[in-house]
């Protein structure tokens, strides 16, 4: 069974910096898209960054882009979201998923891709 453990969020003034860490564990690590994804109160879940299998393209949302880096450690089987220049907005309980890769193109930034989910960490972002 596919499970994955997000890591590393806490509280943060604005401008600072927290990373984010996800594990697999269940499976081969290297056979799976991952994404991060955040959820802010009352908003709807929204697609972050994701990461392809062998780590060779990565994508993040417009609004992170030049703030946040995803990157993946095939030796540690982990996924890190290291998000700098942190704003207000950016406060939201933070999810990674698992899509296994099977050749089939997808939208990484879409929930509807992934299967597998972890529980989530909190950034809080103060102002």
């Known amino acids: 069974e596919v499970q994955l453990q997000a890591s590393g969020g806490g509280l943060v003034q604005a401008g600072g910096s927290l990373r984010l860490s996800c594990t697999l564990s269940g499976s081969t690590f290297v056979d799976y898209v991952i994404g991060w994804f955040r959820q802010a109160p009352g908003k709807e879940r929204e697609g972050v960054s994701g990461i392809a299998s062998d780590g060779r393209f990565t994508i993040l949302t417009n609004s992170v882009k030049g703030r946040f880096t995803i990157s993946r450690d095939k030796d540690k089987g982990t996924v890190d979201l290291q998000m700098n220049s942190l704003k207000p907005e950016d406060t939201a309980v933070y999810y990674c998923?698992?899509?296994?890769?099977?050749?089939?193109?997808?939208?990484?930034?879409?929930?509807?891709?992934?299967?597998?989910w972890g529980q989530g960490t909190l950034v809080t972002v103060s102002s």
């Open positions: 998923a698992a899509a296994l890769d099977d050749g089939r193109d997808i939208d990484p930034l879409s929930s509807h891709a992934y299967a597998y």
